[in-house]
Nanobody, 120 residues
Framework: QLQASGGGSVQAGGSLRLSCAAS????????MGWFRQGPGKKREFVAA????????YYADSVKGRFTISRDNAKNTAYLQMDSLKPEDTAVYYC???????????????WGQGTLVTVSS
């Protein structure tokens, strides 16, 4: 089970850090990812991190502004979001995948989503 938190309202240029807490004992066996769905838009990939945390992959729209990380000892993944823009407004979802290919977008488990609102 995945529990996302940390969403909220922020002005453009601000920062937020999302957390994704996983229950169970096999967190380190899953690739973790973040996705988002903006108003009237389809869900889109944001970032992914491999099992050890040593490799990451980002959508072009967030590269250089967002940082994905994980703490396997705490069964938690994070998404640090800096220089936020109004177009980053969306519900953000964390997900876990047994597929270890960092670029694959098929995920097995999904969190409930946390809303991020960026005002101009």
């Amino acid at each position: 089970q995945l529990q996302a938190s940390g969403g909220g309202s922020v002005q453009a240029g601000g920062s937020l850090r999302l957390s994704c807490a996983a229950s169970g004992h096999s967190f380190s066996s899953y690739k973790m990812g973040w996705f988002r769905q903006g108003p009237g838009k389809k869900r889109e990939f944001v970032a992914a991190i491999n099992l050890s945390g040593g490799r990451t992959y980002y959508a072009d729209s967030v590269k250089g502004r967002f940082t994905i990380s994980r703490d396997n000892a705490k069964n938690t993944a994070y998404l640090q979001m800096d220089s936020l823009k109004p177009e980053d407004t969306a519900v953000y979802y964390c997900a876990a995948a047994s597929e270890t290919n960092l670029y694959a977008t098929n995920y097995d488990y999904w969190g409930q989503g946390t809303l991020v609102t960026v005002s101009s």
